[in-house]
């Protein structure tokens, strides 16, 4: 079993910056390939990015790409969503998840390739 908290949403003002982290436990050492997903209010659970188990891969989704980082570090059992220029559409919960099930060098956009979820921080974006 494993436990993800996120933490560091809030509220930013368009053309800033916010990092979020995500805090994982359960096992000795997580090495799971590892996503960030967005739900906006009255919208579908979205892919933001993810990252392999070692860092070697990394995937974006368009809408995010050049804008957002995903990080991670190993030895601290966290994964980090780096967000810069963000946008009044950047708004939503962000959710951090982890896919046990890849082997190493593979990323995965797909919620069902995510077993484990955490309960979500608020990014609020204004204009």
């Known amino acids: 079993q494993v436990q993800l908290v996120e933490s560091g949403g809030g509220l930013v003002q368009a053309g800033g910056s916010l990092r979020l982290s995500c805090a994982a436990s359960g096992r000795t050492s997580i090495r799971d390939a590892m996503g960030w997903f967005r739900q906006a209010p009255g919208k579908e659970r979205a892919f933001v990015a993810a990252?392999?188990?070692?860092?070697?891969?990394?995937r974006y989704a368009d809408s995010v790409k050049g804008r957002f980082t995903i990080s991670r570090d190993n030895a601290k059992n966290t994964v980090s969503l780096q967000m810069n220029s963000v946008k009044p559409e950047d708004t939503a919960v962000y959710y951090c998840a982890a896919a046990p099930r890849l082997p190493d060098g593979l990323v995965a956009v797909t919620i069902t390739a995510y077993d484990y979820w955490g309960q979500g921080t608020q990014v609020t974006v204004s204009s």
């Open positions: 990252i392999s188990r070692y860092a070697s891969n990394t």
